[in-house]
Nanobody
Framework: QLQLVESGGGLVQPGGSLRLSCAAS????????IGWFRQGPGKEREGVSC????????KFADSVKGRFTISRDNAKNTVYLQLNALKPEDTAVYYC???????????????????WGQGTQVTVSS
């Protein structure tokens, strides 16, 4: 069964950067779209970004457009979320999730995803 493990979170000052990784084991990610979600303190889960299985399509929440990028390295079975120009409101637990979707396209709707990682904490504070 597909297992996902996030890493790369931490404490960073406003304006700083982090790169989150989502590594898969047991199953290749070649046929999965990957989404990143986050849940801040006292907030509902929010779809942040996604990338299609062939990297042809990406999506970003309006709140992170121009600051976050997403990429994948299928040879390493890993998807990355680069967080730049971080703001205190980006503080959250970040989760990656996988949707078996060998076609183009992806979604930031959480209900489309079947497999989830355990999350990694990102804290933006001075």
């Amino acid at each position: 069964q597909l297992q996902l493990v996030e890493s790369g979170g931490g404490l960073v000052q406003p304006g700083g950067s982090l790169r989150l990784s989502c590594a898969a084991s047991a199953v290749t990610l070649d046929y999965y779209a990957i989404g990143w979600f986050r849940q801040g303190p006292g907030k509902e889960r929010e779809g942040v970004s996604c990338v299609s299985s062939n990297s042809a399509s990406t999506k970003f929440a309006d709140s992170v457009k121009g600051r976050f990028t997403i990429s994948r390295d299928n040879a390493k079975n890993t998807v990355y979320l680069q967080l730049n120009a971080l703001k205190p409101e980006d503080t959250a637990v970040y989760y990656c999730a996988a949707d078996h979707n060998p076609y183009e396209g992806c979604t930031v709707v959480a209900g489309s995803y079947d497999y989830w990682g355990q999350g990694t904490q990102v804290t933006v504070s001075s």
